[in-house]
């Protein structure tokens, strides 16, 4: 597609609801990021992939939070037993191998609110 | 620690009044500095990168500063349309994860 698209653009869970957030990221486009941004925050980095290999995972909060991309393509961000404190937006970008090069392009967000 | 900070928070303009946005870093190793926009309810939109000290970028009202501490955001004569919310981030890893700053909400009043 011509951009990265997430779903469900909105999510509300009960607290202790595992929930999975979706990335279609631009096609051919090889790394792919999720990043966490709290309201009023600028956005804060979870995960990196290179095509399916999860090269970083050292911003995730807790074993809680999982990721995948097992084809290289979309990516997947889980959560288990959703806590208050995981109420943010949750953003994919995707780029071109080189960040450099071309930025970031970023999804429009799946905003999680968990009461 | 690598830190971004973004100053200030709010900037409210009269349109066509011409300011500057701030973003001081503190990293071990820059990468790349970089400047995005974004409006309520959508991610960012990447506006530009910088490398090095001394370097500029311009796009429409736009341009862009780096020094060896800080980066400028400066907008000259704003419209309404340029309203928005502008982050700053750093890149100091070789995988390509930035550093956010909180960001400068512009409101831009005609």
């Known amino acids: 597609g011509a951009g990265v698209s997430q779903s469900p653009r909105y999510k509300v869970a009960k607290r202790g609801q595992d929930v999975a957030l979706r990335c279609d990221p631009i096609?051919?486009?090889?790394?792919l990021f999720w990043y966490q941004q709290a309201l009023g925050q600028g956005p804060e980095f979870l995960t990196y992939?290179?095509?399916?290999?999860?090269?970083?995972k050292s911003g995730l909060p807790s074993d809680r939070f999982f990721a995948e991309r097992p084809e290289g393509s979309v990516s997947t961000l889980k959560i288990q037993r959703t806590q208050q404190e995981d109420s943010a937006v949750y953003l994919c970008?995707?780029?071109?191998?080189?960040?450099?090069?071309?930025?970031?392009?970023f999804g429009s967000g799946t905003r999680l609110t968990v009461v | 620690e690598d830190q971004v900070t973004q100053s200030p928070e709010a900037l409210r303009l009269q349109e066509g009044e011409s300011s500057s946005l701030n973003c001081s870093y503190t990293?071990?190793?820059?990468?790349?500095l970089f400047w995005y926009r974004q409006d309520p309810g959508k991610g960012p939109e990447f506006l530009f990168t910088?490398?090095?000290a001394g370097e500029e970028k311009e796009k429409e009202r736009l341009k862009a500063t780096l020094t060896k501490k800080e980066s400028f955001l400066h907008i000259t004569a704003p419209k309404p349309e340029d309203s928005a919310t502008y982050l700053c981030?750093?890149?100091?890893?070789?995988?390509?994860?930035?550093?956010f700053g909180k960001g400068t909400k512009l409101s831009v009043k005609p």
């Open positions: 970008a995707s780029s071109l191998s080189s960040v450099r090069s071309y930025g970031y392009t």
């Open positions: 096609s051919g486009h090889v790394s």
């Open positions: 992939f290179q095509n399916e290999a999860q090269l970083d």
């Open positions: 990293v071990s190793g820059l990468r790349g």
């Open positions: 910088l490398y090095s």
């Open positions: 981030a750093v890149q100091v890893g070789s995988q390509g994860n930035l550093i």
